[in-house]
Each structure stands twice: as structure tokens, then as C-alpha cells.
């Protein structure tokens, strides 16, 4: 991983990266979608970008990625800062339109940084983030969600013991992150336990100031 004394690869005038955060279940994917579509972002999920990697044939961590995600646990930063960082030196490619021209881009990261040390490192050497959109919810609505959505997911982490290990794991590793940004006011906290419209409309209206 290059050293924090090298500029960052992007530069966060030009590019513009909302980290999304909350718990396993709190409804990022979903509004993440929606934002896209309103704002032209480019949506990256660490968790995607893992499991893909993961299956890739040849992939030299694969097998490592599989066995943390079996356990609920994190991923090594290295592993996940640069497959971000490669998806997004391929989208700067090819993306175009409103936010991308001239070598800015608009990227939500969603589900990444899950540590501190994933926070600092991407900061320092990739990109300076510029908001953290923390959707907050409770575990018992999480649980439902992720219950239900195990029934057509296919995913091997949706099930009841791995998902009270991801909820620990959060609660250890992420929520300190939370509170670091907190420190550096780049933090907009919306509770995601109501109507997925509503909470987009809460979502829109954080990204549209920072925007602005």
C-alpha cells in the first residue's frame, strides 16, 4: 500500500466521495440505487467488489476473502482499499455527463470504511472523503430485513449466526469510524427505520448541500 506521505490518487477538489455507512440491514444498497439515479454517483459496494473478487478466477485472495466473510469479520484493508481503488480508476474511464468531466467523478462507497485504519489509509492515499451518510436503525429491524431478504439472496452470510457476528463486528470496528468523522463534522445521521421514500427524501436532501 503506498505511504501516507504520497498524494492521494484522487483529488478530492475533483472527486467526490460519500462514504454510506450503518449496520448490516439498515437499507444502503436500496438508497443507494435511488441516489444514483438522481445524481449521477457512481455506487461502489466494498461487499460486491469482495464476493466478486472472491469467485474471480485466478484471484490471489480469494480464498482469503471467503474465509472472513464465512466468519463475519473484516476483510484486510489492503485487500479491499484496492479493489476500490481499481473500480474506481476504470469508472473515471468511462463515465461521462453531469459530475464527470474534466477529472471529477462522484462516487457513494457504500459499506466501506468498516475500521478505522481502512478510514485513515483510503483518506491518505486514495481519496479524501467529503461526507459520511450514516443510516441508523435498530438490530431488531435489521434482523427482519436481512431474514427476509434471505429468502431469495443466495448469500451465505444471511443467516442468523452470521448475522449476529456482522452485528458485533460493527458495533467494535465501525462505529468508531462513525465517531471519527463525527469529530471532523462529516457526518449526516438519518434514521433508516422509516419508509424507504422518506429516508430517501432525508438521503436527497444531505446530498443535495453538500452539493450546493
Not at 461502489?44 to 463475519?72: K, V
Amino acid at each position: 500500500m503506498a505511504e501516507s506521505t504520497l498524494e492521494p490518487v484522487f483529488d478530492a477538489k475533483k472527486v467526490t466521495v460519500i462514504y454510506v455507512l450503518g449496520g448490516p440491514g439498515a437499507g444502503k444498497g436500496t438508497q443507494c440505487s435511488k441516489l444514483v439515479d438522481a445524481f449521477g454517483f457512481c455506487h461502489l459496494s466494498a461487499g460486491d467488489l469482495l464476493r466478486e473478487e472472491q469467485n474471480r478466477d485466478g484471484s490471489e485472495y480469494g480464498e482469503l476473502i471467503r474465509n472472513y466473510i464465512r466468519e463475519g469479520t473484516i476483510v484486510p484493508s489492503h485487500v479491499t482499499m484496492k479493489l476500490l481503488e481499481n473500480a474506481m480508476t476504470e469508472e473515471m474511464k468511462k463515465k461521462t455527463g453531469d459530475g464527470w468531466v474534466d477529472g471529477q467523478g462522484r462516487f457513494l462507497i457504500d459499506g466501506f470504511p468498516r475500521k478505522l485504519d481502512q478510514a485513515t489509509g483510503f483518506d491518505e492515499t486514495v481519496c479524501l472523503a467529503s461526507l459520511v451518510i450514516f443510516f441508523n436503525t435498530s438490530e431488531d429491524v435489521m434482523l427482519q430485513r436481512l431474514l427476509e431478504r434471505a429468502k431469495t439472496s443466495g448469500r451465505e452470510d444471511d443467516n442468523v449466526e452470521t448475522i449476529r457476528k456482522r452485528f458485533r463486528t460493527y458495533n467494535e470496528q465501525t462505529m468508531p469510524v462513525i465517531d471519527h468523522y463525527r469529530t471532523l463534522k462529516k457526518v449526516a445521521e438519518i434514521d433508516s427505520t422509516a419508509s424507504v421514500e422518506e429516508v430517501y427524501r432525508a438521503a436527497c436532501a444531505t446530498v443535495s448541500n453538500l452539493f450546493s
